[in-house]
């Protein structure tokens, strides 16, 4: 069949079921909302599901349930419907007499994908199917688009990702994924609320855009006169409490970064970050460790995670490896001897494919040939560290290395997950950094920082000895839903614009 042809029996169908919502408004009210459920599919199922037909004629409590009727079949003076809610589904049995010939004339006429109200009792079909046998039934809200056919579904990704409240009527099991992702959130409040961390809210709308390397969206506000950008971060807002004495303080954030979309990436996303006055790198590693494998065990229920394909296991040590200890292990061709030698890298970034610009020193072309040539291969959970100074403007210098930053990546499944270090505290070391970034802007990079007065102003006043982190909450619920695209654990993805 073509798109014409199911363009034009949807419109059928449309029509159709249009007359019957007319007729239904002639006669009186057709939304009425006056049905209270009482019960719950899986609550039933959960109180008689395991007992037997013999032992449920006798049952006389009266149960309310309501829901989306997904299947229904007609048989003379009796019929099935399917009805789904919040939990599940359940079957409800329509007779005629038990009903009254006027209601069930008018359930016959319902359509898949009503929602309806049934009133009735608990009892068992020849089939062994818990049922509810129906006193009364009632419409409670006409669907007028018919749903997508039984056996063809809603397989289209594009369908799925722009009408989400179709893809979760008839692709229930897609509901999990978000379930699994509020129960990552929380188990996360509360494994920091233990540590005795406080939960903040940092501004949304930014005079400056801050705290990540990202391009921004850009917004005016009218009676100010001025622009605001929507945040990329809310990093430089965060270490500014730790200055004011939050020593301990966490924001499960929305950020915006206006790039490109992607399996991985969406321009508005869910961040965790967190700040720990006199604490390290080190120290924030040995915390995200323990939250991602005591988060794997809760919400998983187990240490063992498969994610497309493979397997890992969350209950080993995470791997830990300088950055260029993995370009080395990857590369066996490349000199460490010449790691700061800017020609060499820019050279041996060439052959590799990975970016070159004029404006990269040599921590920047290190990196850009870490990330053509490693990132995608970090499958086991590591830690990657001693990330160049060049690429980590707001990260505290090494001590016995200048050159790199007391600074981590954690990578799995070949992504980056989490982006931790120690806070740079130097207010002078800070200045010199934000005006290194305006540089790089002025030469053309979009997503370098621009210089934050204030902030340097917090730093005079004193930011103590700081480790921060930011984890990805979207990544960390693809792996732990198993889920191939960051779309999939995202209820409304952003989409470019229908055809």
């Known amino acids: ?24 408004r002639a006669a009186g009210n057709a939304y009425p909302n006056t049905f209270r459920r009482d019960a719950l599919a899986d609550d ?20 309310a349930v309501a829901g989306r009727m997904i299947a229904k079949r007609v048989m ?7 009805l789904q809610d919040m939990s599940g589904r359940i079957q409800v049995f329509v007779q005629q007499n038990a009903v009254g010939a006027e209601a069930y004339d008018a359930f016959k006429a319902y359509d898949v994908g009503d929602i309806v109200g049934v ?54 099991e897609v509901k999990q994924a978000f379930v699994k992702r509020g129960q990552t959130v929380r188990f996360i409040r509360n494994f920091l609320d233990a540590l005795g961390f406080v939960e903040v809210e940092t501004p ?15 917004t005016h506000h009218n009676a100010l006169d001025r622009d605001l950008y929507l945040r990329i971060a809310p990093e430089l807002f965060l270490k500014r409490l730790v200055v004011g004495g939050f020593e301990k303080v966490y924001e499960i954030n929305r950020n915006f970064r206006n790039e490109g979309l992607s399996t991985r990436h969406n321009p508005e996303f869910t961040m965790l970050e967190f700040y720990q006055a006199y604490a390290d790198y080190q120290d924030a590693m040995d915390l995200v460790e323990t939250l991602i494998r005591d988060l794997t065990l809760v919400v998983n229920g187990s240490g063992k995670l498969a994610y497309q394909g493979r397997d890992y296991d969350i209950e080993q040590p995470f791997k830990r490896w300088t950055m260029l200890e993995s370009v080395q292990h990857y590369n066996a061709d490349f000199d460490a001897a010449q790691a700061s030698d800017r020609d060499y890298l820019a050279a041996f970034a060439k052959k590799v494919g990975a970016d070159v610009k004029p404006a990269y020193g040599a921590g920047k072309l290190l990196t850009e040939i870490f990330e053509k040539t490693v990132e995608a291969k970090l499958f086991d959970p590591t830690f990657i560290t001693e990330y160049p100074t060049e690429v980590s403007p707001l990260a ?8 790199v930053t007391d600074r981590f990546e954690f990578f799995m499944g070949g992504r980056e997950v989490a982006n931790g270090f120690s806070e740079l505290n130097d207010a002078d070391d800070q200045a010199g950094r934000f005006k290194a970034q305006v540089a790089a802007k002025d030469a053309g990079d979009d997503e370098a920082m621009v210089f934050d007065a ?8 004193g930011l103590p000895p700081t480790a921060g982190v930011g984890i990805g909450i979207d990544r960390l619920v693809m792996f732990l839903t198993d889920s191939p695209s960051i779309r999939d654990v995202l209820l409304f993805p952003q989409m470019r614009p229908e055809a």
Not at 396 to 403: F, G, L
Not at 454 to 461: F, G, N, Q, S
């Open 396 to 403: 505290r210098r090494n001590d016995a290395n200048p050159d």
């Open 44 to 63: 039933l199922h959960g109180m008689y599901g395991a007992r037997d037909a013999a032992s449920l004629e006798g049952e006389t409590q009266v149960f």
């Open 1 to 24: 069949m073509t798109d014409e042809q199911n363009h034009a029996d949807e419109n059928y169908v449309i029509a159709a079921r249009r007359e019957k919502l007319d007729k239904l």
């Open 119 to 172: 009133r009735g009792t608990i009892f068992k079909t020849r089939t062994g199917e818990l049922s509810v046998k129906a006193q009364s039934v009632e419409l409670l809200v006409k669907g007028i688009r018919p749903l997508p056919e039984k056996w063809a579904g809603l397989t289209d990704t594009e369908i799925r990702y722009r009408q989400r409240y179709v893809d979760l009527i008839v692709n229930p």
């Open 76 to 82: 003379g003076k009796a019929s099935f419907g399917q």
């Open 204 to 218: 949304m709308l930014q005079p400056i855009p801050g705290g990540a390397t990202a391009r921004p969206f850009v």
């Open 454 to 461: 204030d902030y340097i102003r917090a730093l005079e006043y």
